[in-house]
C-alpha cells in the first residue's frame, strides 16, 4: 500500500523514507515550497540561510556543492557570494521549480545516496533541512564525504531540539498543533504532518555530530540557531 493510503488524501513520505515517497511528496508541493518556508518559520528561514553561508565561509572560485538543493534558494544564498555552486536533488518538480526561479544556477538531479561525482570533487558540500530526509542518514554524509576534497568542508543546517525545556514544550505543540492548519496553503499538507514527525524523530545535536564523526568527518563543531530550533554542524575531510 502507498503511504499516502494511510493519511489525508495528498502525497506524504513515512518516516521510513522511500525515496520514491520522499521525491513524490516534494514534486507535490514544489510550487509554493519557498512561500510556506517563510511563513512556517515565521521568516525565520532568512537568517538560518545567512547563518549556514556564514559558517561555509565561501570564497571565490571554490566549487560547492548543494546538496537536497530544492528550489535553489539555499544554493543561490551561496552562489551570490563567489563560489560556483552544484544544486542536486532527487525530486525534479522542486529541480523545474528552481530552474524557474533561479535560471542562472547549474540544477542536477542526483541521490544524495549515489552522488553521480568523482572522490574529492568539491571543496565544500552543505545540505539544508534535507539530510533529514534521506533514508539513510550514515550513507549520505559518507557520500558527502567522498566527493569532498581532503582539508574541505561540510556545514548540515538542519532542524534540531531546543535547548531550553520550557520553550521546546511550546515548539512542540507548534510542530503538532498550528502547523498542520497553516499547511493548508501548501497544495499538499500532508507533507507538513511529515515534516512535524521527521523533525520530532530526528536526532538532537550532539546525536547528528556522533554520526558525522561516524561517517569520517572531522572537529564537529555546532552552532544552535533560534534556541535550537536549527543546528549548524561543521566538520573537516581529514
Ligand atoms: C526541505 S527541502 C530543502 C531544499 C533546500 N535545500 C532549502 O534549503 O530550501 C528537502 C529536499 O531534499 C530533497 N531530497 C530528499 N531526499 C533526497 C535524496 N536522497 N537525495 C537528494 N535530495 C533529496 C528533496 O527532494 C527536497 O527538495
Avoid: C
Avoid at 67 to 83: D, I, K, V
Avoid at 129 to 144: F, H, I, P, S
Amino acid at each position: 500500500m502507498h503511504s499516502a493510503d494511510r493519511h489525508e488524501p495528498g502525497t506524504r513520505a513515512d518516516l521510513d523514507k522511500r525515496a520514491d515517497d520522499v521525491s513524490d511528496m516534494f514534486d507535490a508541493i514544489a510550487t509554493r515550497y519557498d512561500l510556506l518556508n517563510d511563513v512556517l518559520s515565521l521568516g525565520q528561514d532568512r537568517q538560518w540561510r545567512r547563518k549556514t553561508v556564514a559558517a561555509l565561509e565561501p570564497r571565490q572560485g571554490e566549487l560547492m556543492l548543494d546538496l537536497a538543493a530544492g528550489t535553489g534558494t539555499s544554493s543561490m544564498a551561496l552562489a551570490e557570494l563567489g563560489p560556483v555552486v552544484v544544486a542536486a536533488d532527487l525530486s525534479y518538480g522542486m529541480l523545474r521549480q528552481g530552474l524557474a526561479q533561479y535560471p542562472e544556477l547549474d540544477f542536477i538531479n542526483a541521490d544524495a545516496l549515489q552522488l553521480p561525482f568523482p572522490d574529492e570533487t568539491f571543496d565544500a558540500v552543505t545540505i539544508s533541512y534535507g539530510l533529514r530526509n534521506v533514508e539513510d542518514t550514515l550513507g549520505a554524509l559518507k557520500e558527502m564525504l567522498r566527493v569532498t576534497r581532503r582539508g574541505g568542508r561540510v556545514v548540515v543546517n538542519e532542524f534540531s531540539t531546543p535547548t531550553n525545556r520550557a520553550f521546546r514544550h511550546v515548539y512542540n505543540n507548534y510542530l503538532l498543533r498550528a502547523l498542520p492548519p497553516l499547511a493548508k496553503l501548501s497544495p499538499n499538507p500532508p507533507a507538513y504532518s511529515y515534516l512535524a514527525e521527521s523533525i520530532l524523530a530526528w536526532p538532537d545535536q550532539a546525536g547528528l555530530a556522533d554520526v558525522m564523526l561516524e561517517a569520517g568527518w572531522e572537529g564537529i563543531e555546532w552552532q544552535d540557531l533560534s534556541g535550537g530550533i536549527v543546528a549548524l554542524h561543521r566538520g573537516w575531510r581529514p
